[in-house]
């Protein structure tokens, strides 16, 4: 059983920055995934980015350039930035982990910006 606990979210104003903090517990194997994706209404879901334990590092089209992502494989704790923040970045983030055993999900913390 893993257990992810999401922080950050909330309203933001266009041209400003997000920060999104995610910390995984529980039965964790390696090698794995952690990052955040996101799901605006009508449409999937889509990654922002992710980090693996070794190091790879992989980010979605929509926010590349404009996202930083770090991780403490130690503590399980993900972090991604995203800058120049647009209306179109207003959806519901989602804490995500993949392992060999499958996908988690966090509850998902929405995200707004304002133009």
């Known amino acids: 059983q893993v257990q992810l606990v999401e922080s950050g979210g909330g309203l933001v104003q266009a041209g400003g920055s997000l920060r999104l903090s995610c910390t995984a517990s529980?039965?964790?194997?390696?090698?794995?995934?952690m990052g955040w994706y996101r799901q605006a209404p009508g449409k999937e879901r889509e990654l922002v980015a992710k980090?693996?334990?070794?190091?790879?590092?992989l980010y979605g089209d929509a926010v590349n350039g404009r996202a930083t992502i770090s991780r403490d494989v130690i503590r399980m704790t993900v972090l991604v930035e995203v800058h120049s923040l647009k209306p179109e970045d207003t959806a519901v983030y989602y804490c995500?982990?993949?392992?060999?055993?499958?996908?988690?999900w966090g509850q998902g913390t929405q995200v707004t910006v304002s133009s």
């Open positions: 995500n982990l993949f392992t060999a055993q499958g996908n988690s």
């Open positions: 529980g039965d964790i194997s390696s090698p794995n995934f």
């Open positions: 980090r693996g334990d070794s190091g790879t590092t």
